[in-house]
């Protein structure tokens, strides 16, 4: 009776009375071959590690020159103003805007120096001092 497996060996089946010591002389050398195979291919993937990956070629905005690049968007920058789609702050409006994250800062620091000094007089009861 002939099994093909998918490697395109051939099985044969063994008869239960059969004694097992020729199938234990058949164990060492199908061992070897399996240790020989995984020894080979951790080989293989050693080599390979060792290898550098081919380099990529640079594409699109990565070829051209930092001054190409600063050409380019500075056109952009110029034709987004040309259509009314920018805004450039004003000295008034930029003052405005940085006393207003001030403003937020300095909350920020109020509720977090309130929450360390809540927080210490609730854990100060574990000392002893009750």
């Keep these: 009776m002939d099994n093909t497996r998918a490697g395109g060996r051939q099985e044969t089946a063994v008869p239960a009375s059969s004694s097992t010591s020729s199938t234990k002389a058949a164990s060492p050398a199908a061992a070897a071959s399996v240790t020989a195979a995984s020894v080979t291919a951790a080989a293989v993937a050693a080599a390979e590690a060792l290898i550098p990956p081919p380099a990529r070629a640079k594409r699109g905005f990565a070829v051209l020159s930092p001054e190409k690049k600063r050409e380019i968007a500075s056109m952009g920058g110029k034709a987004a103003h040309q ?19 001030h403003q937020l800062r300095v909350l920020a620091a109020q509720a977090a120096q309130q929450a360390k000094v809540a927080g210490e007089g609730s854990g100060g009861g574990e000392n002893g001092s009750a």
């Design 83 to 101: 259509h009314g789609r920018a805004h450039r702050f004003t000295s008034e409006e930029a003052r405005a805007a940085g006393k207003k994250r």
